[in-house]
């Protein structure tokens, strides 16, 4: 399986993006899909996933901001984000979480560089991210 992340770009505070995330090869299991950032000088920071269910978990700061959603063939990841602010600006990943089918996915979090789900299942793989600048 490869994840590849495209869309990112510099746009002022106030204006949107759609980030893409390219999903090929076939994970042969029961997968969560997540986005995370990485803000400049920072750690990694949870953004939002979406479980093989359908259900969505957003971290606080992009709650109501941004959608996480993905095409009905499941080839690509989505992440619209609107109302920008300049604290969105990082890199951004796309991720893949390989689950039991009993086990919810729920959000992510991060802590010194390593990112779990609420279940505590580490992220299996992520591409090399897409950079998303905001100016104020």
């Known amino acids: 399986v490869q994840l590849v992340e495209s869309g990112g770009d510099s746009v002022q505070a106030g204006g949107s993006l759609r980030l893409s995330c390219a999903i090929s090869?076939?994970?042969?299991?029961?997968?969560?899909m997540a986005w995370f950032r990485r803000p400049p000088g920072k750690q990694r920071e949870g953004v939002a996933t979406?479980?093989?269910?359908?259900?969505?978990k957003y971290a606080d700061s992009v709650q109501g901001r941004f959608v996480i959603s993905q095409d009905n063939a499941k080839n690509t990841l989505f992440l619209q984000m609107n109302s920008l602010k300049p604290e969105d600006t990082g890199t951004y990943y796309c991720?893949?979480?390989?689950?039991?089918?009993?086990?919810?996915?729920?959000?992510?979090?991060?802590?010194?560089?390593?990112?779990?789900?609420?279940?505590?299942?580490?992220?299996?793989?992520w591409g090399k991210g897409t950079p998303v600048t905001i100016s104020s």
């Open positions: 979406l479980d093989s269910d359908g259900t969505t």
């Open positions: 991720a893949l979480v390989r689950l039991p089918p009993d086990v919810e996915c729920g959000m992510i979090s991060c802590s010194s560089g390593f990112c779990v789900t609420a279940s505590n299942f580490g992220l299996d793989l």
């Open positions: 090869g076939d994970p042969y299991s029961r997968v969560c």
